[in-house]
């Protein structure tokens, strides 16, 4: 199994950005698709980006698209989530999460209980 470390997020004003990490170890990082989810107090865990083990499918939820961005680099273990122009509705836990299958049609990136593995959760905390 695969073990995420992420890293980055913190206290910004609205407009800013930020950019998180998610760290793998202990497998092969391209035998995994990746995402991230987020979760407001109060609320379930939201689907926020996916991106696929080659980098060739990549989707985002409406609410962020044209703003955030996931990327990653399989020979760093890494998956970054750019997150340009915040504001408070994007205070949130944000997680990775990484599921051992490759991306075919129809396959459920949205759905949370398709991950196996989580990253420890980050803070971000957007002040209008």
């Known amino acids: 199994q695969v073990k995420l470390v992420q890293s980055g997020g913190g206290l910004v004003q609205a407009g800013d950005s930020l950019r998180l990490s998610c760290t793998t170890s202990?497998?092969?990082?391209?035998?995994?698709?990746m995402a991230w989810f987020r979760q407001s107090p109060g609320k379930e865990r939201e689907f926020v980006a996916f991106i696929s083990r080659t980098s060739t499918t990549i989707y985002y939820t409406d609410s962020v698209k044209g703003r955030f961005t996931i990327a990653r680099d399989n020979g760093a273990n890494t998956v970054t989530l750019q997150m340009n122009s915040l504001n408070p509705e994007d205070t949130a836990i944000y997680y990775c999460?990484?599921?051992?299958?490759?991306?075919?049609?129809?396959?459920?990136?949205?759905?949370?209980?398709?991950?196996?593995?989580w990253g420890q959760g980050t803070q971000v905390t957007v002040s209008s």
């Open positions: 202990g497998d092969t990082p391209s035998l995994y698709t």
């Open positions: 999460a990484a599921d051992r299958a490759y991306y075919y049609r129809g396959y459920p990136y949205s759905d949370p209980v398709k991950y196996t593995n």
